[in-house]
T-cell receptor, first 117, second 113 residues
């Protein structure tokens, strides 16, 4: 069955420290992978996506993620966290049927990031 | 370039009523997907519309329905509202079914009392 697991429900880091949010997926075909961020009461903002090519993907706001097929992982990283990064982060896998996307994203349960001053 | 617009932002309805939510995708985007977000179940896929046709559907009861118009705007309808339907409903648009990328709106917060 297709699924996404974010093992850490809540993470607290100090401002300026590095960050890694974990994501593991289960999907039979080559996955399309996404990281989204959500601030309270807001929609989802796309941080980065992977669908082919270089396994290290650069996104907005200084975030990057690395696709590791052997580990079925797509972890999100940032070298130095800012207080404004406090939010909820979602990893998702996009499903496809043949050459078409299905419009369906399967989301992990999310990781809430708290940043200490 | 305007983003994905969802209206209304907030809605309070009484159990048993029905509700219609609206989503205007990014100009030129033809695929629209809907999601329900609740604290207990997280983000769950409702359905996807492309070229005015429902192409994919999640595991929700028939009380949840939607449609897409020729200008790609989409509406979703929930009939006979239950308390458990209280959620943030998010709409996402994509250029087409080959492009990898979904842009989300800010959502409609539905409260059923």
């Amino acid at each position: 069955a297709q699924s996404v697991t974010q093992p850490d429900i809540h993470i607290t880091v100090s401002e300026g420290a590095s960050l890694e949010l974990r994501c593991n997926y289960s999907y039979g075909a080559t996955p399309y992978l996404f990281w989204y961020v959500q601030s309270p009461g807001q929609g989802l903002q796309l941080l980065l996506k992977y669908f082919s090519g270089d396994t290290l993907v650069q996104g907005i706001k200084g975030f990057e993620a690395e696709f590791k097929r052997s580990q079925s992982s797509f972890n999100l990283r940032k070298p130095s966290v800012h207080w404004s990064d406090a939010a909820e982060y979602f990893c998702a896998v996009g499903t496809n049927a043949g050459s078409s996307n299905t419009g369906k994203l399967i989301f992990g349960q999310g990781t809430t990031l708290q940043v200490k001053p | 370039k305007a983003g994905v617009t969802q209206t209304p932002r907030y809605l309070i309805k009484t159990r048993g009523q029905q509700v219609t939510l609206s989503c205007s995708p990014i100009s030129g985007h033809r695929s629209v997907s809907w999601y329900q977000q609740t604290p207990g179940q997280g983000l769950q896929f409702l359905f996807e519309y492309f070229s005015e046709t429902q192409r994919n559907k999640g595991n929700f009861p028939g009380r949840f329905s939607g449609r897409q118009f020729s200008n790609s705007r989409s509406e979703m309808n929930v009939s006979t509202l239950e308390l458990g339907d209280s959620a943030l409903y998010l709409c996402a648009s994509s250029l087409d079914r080959q492009t990898v990328g979904y842009t989300f709106g800010s959502g409609t917060r539905l409260t059923v009392v």
